[in-house]
């Protein structure tokens, strides 16, 4: 693919996402682009935010943009980790055990108010997210393709809430939050009444289409200088006075991906430092780890979004 050109089918394609997706989400144009990019990117989506604003409604408008499989989990403090994997049962019938699998065997996860579930079954994801497979009973089982996990939580200061680990966190490609909407948007809500549009949202791809974008993704150039502009933003991250830890490698790998797909996204076969620029605080500010005093100043996620801001401004821009 030369370096200036995209194929024309995949701008299409992500088009086609992107007014899907904006239909359920009215009025976050950005939040939309960024969780299309993280699809693209073959990542997992963390949507965090109050209650009501609709991170619910774009998990599932995200996860019904292609003809795939589609579960749901309500996540609840009594949920065991067979709950999410599936459980191994005794047949009468044929005098043998049997596995019979869980939600989790899908194309699409969703998994809703993620962070009320205790960290042991939250770790149930872990093995799943990272190498698209599961281990039970000593059997390996791979995940269908493509797989995605988008889940919701609120903030971590609300009531009944386990903070999710960090290995959990670090597995989440990008973390986005909607925020409340616009007056003109809001209003439109408010004259139009409950609209459950993710409910019946028709699919744009197959799940053909949606891979073969998804290797598009893999094509889009990415110079040498921008890769050691990100292994600098990584590097300041681990050396930081306010982070007790910095970001991983996983992190790093994370930010390339999504830059890629964030230039496919906006129609160009090789990625500029603005991409990776917009995309350092959705991507990052999950995975780094505030020290103690740090901690006391202000929010945990306001904080480390200004100290990755900071970074930023201080990074030398390759030209």
Not at 290 to 307: D, H, K, P, W, Y
Request: hydrophobic share 40%.
């Amino acid at each position: 693919m030369p370096r200036t050109e995209i194929p024309e089918l995949a701008s299409q394609r992500v088009a086609r996402m992107e007014s899907a997706l904006g239909g359920v989400l009215r009025g976050k144009e950005e939040v939309v682009r960024l969780s299309v990019v993280c699809l693209l990117a073959r990542g997992h989506l963390l949507i965090e935010d109050v209650p009501g604003v609709g991170k619910t409604t774009l998990a599932q408008g995200l996860a019904r943009l292609a003809s795939c499989g589609f579960q749901r989990l309500q996540c609840t403090s009594d949920m065991l980790p067979g709950d999410i994997l599936g459980v191994t049962v005794y047949s009468a019938k044929t005098g043998e055990f049997e596995f019979r699998r869980g939600p989790i065997f899908t194309n699409f996860l969703l998994a809703d108010e993620i962070n009320r579930a205790t960290p042991k079954t939250q770790s149930a994801l872990l093995e799943a997210m990272n190498e698209r497979q599961i281990t039970i009973d000593g059997v390996t089982y791979p995940m269908a393709e493509p797989f995605m996990v988008a889940a919701t939580q609120n903030p971590v200061e609300h009531r009944g809430t386990y903070p999710l680990p960090e290995s959990q966190l670090d597995r989440f490609l990008m973390r986005v939050r909607i925020g409340y909407p616009g007056e003109e948007s809001e209003r439109e809500i408010l004259r139009n009444g409950h609209d459950p549009t993710a409910h019946v949202l028709e699919a744009v791809l197959t799940g053909t289409e949606l891979i073969e974008t998804q290797n598009d993704v893999e094509r889009v150039t990415v110079e040498d200088s921008l890769v050691s502009y990100m292994l600098e933003i990584v590097r300041r991250t681990r050396e930081h006075d306010g982070l007790a830890l910095g970001v991983s490698p996983r992190g790093a790998q994370a930010l390339y991906r999504a830059s890629q797909a964030l230039a496919l996204a906006e129609g160009r076969a090789y990625v500029l430092p603005d991409d990776i620029k917009r995309l350092t605080v959705p991507v990052f500010a999950h995975r780094v780890v505030l020290n103690q005093r740090a901690s006391l100043v202000a929010r945990s996620t306001e904080a480390a979004e200004r100290v990755l801001n900071e970074i930023l401004r201080q990074v030398e821009v390759p030209i």
